[in-house]
């Protein structure tokens, strides 16, 4: 599978900045803000207007968590999320409120079928969005519902008078977008958009997402745990594994020469991905009885435990660390871990007199 970029770049402010963003669904431990069960822990993510950005890794690895928080159904205990130069955490009463109706970011769930209400027909689940925000009359509304229909590449004369069980997977997810763009949103997060749907539909509504990102100057985050799906529409991925983001950058950097051993796992988890190394999950894992087994419950790296590459260091959880203008990880050895592994901070220089690459072989 080829991999693409869109026209997006860096140089224009990001539309979507997250810092340090930590969440928990426990109660907090004694003397911290953090709860036992941390979903999220130091998360960044930048987003910009007309991009599609993929957040990947396994399920429990904070995806899900993190568009949640953007869009206020969960409170985070640390961090900042910032739109468009506002801080939503700042916003409080009217102004929250205000935001909301608005719709400028919206969420597409992952099941479309218990997201939508069974009893409403299309044009009132398409509908709905407007009507809570206001301010149209009734043939304005009826007419963004059938642009907004006919925008997702369904026939609002075919679909209008269906509910949610008469219409096919595909025709569901279709739905569920159109009901998330016919407030002409800034930012579209899509929670799993794909992962119940067959391959033709898969493709479909990849395609879509990418069609309408360009159309609409759309801002597009696509969660997911299939890297050859975002392989074809994503301009930049981050890679979250244990509620910490791990890598983040260029999807074609990110995914042909991986920095971070979990990443490097991912990628051979999708032979459809051209990459530059040839690691095995059988080259990465720690025997059970081995030291380093426990270091991720002692406060160590999260991936420690499974990582053959991890030293004494890695006792310690790393930051996340600039690779260059577009690219960080939180690895000790970034982009070094196919070499024997040192003692060392990642920071330290590397001998003058050594040619070998930096890069994955």
Known sequence: MSVTTSPATTDTAPLLRITDLAVSYAAPRRGTHLGTGAALDGAELEVRRGEIVGIVGETGSGKTTLARATVGLVSPARGTIEFD??????LRGRALRDFRRRGRVQ?????SLRSLDPDLDVAALVAEPLDIAGGLSAADRSQR????LQEVGLEPGAVLRRRPGQLSGGQRQRVALARAIVTRPDLLLCDEPV???DVSNRNLVLNLLDRLRRDLDLAVVIIAHDLSSLAGIADRVAVFYRSRLVEQGPIREVLESPAHPYTALLTASAPSVTRHHRLRPDDVCVPVDDERAAWTADGGCVFAARCRFAHDACRVQPDVLPLGPTRTAACYVAGRWDQPAQPTQPTQPTQPQSTQSTQPA
Do not use: K, Y
Not at 107 to 111: A, E, G, K, M, P
């Open 145 to 148: 519902v059938d642009e907004a």
């Open 195 to 197: 992962s119940a749907l």
């Open 85 to 90: 130069g506002t801080d939503l955490g700042s």
């Open 107 to 111: 969420l597409v769930f992952q099941d």
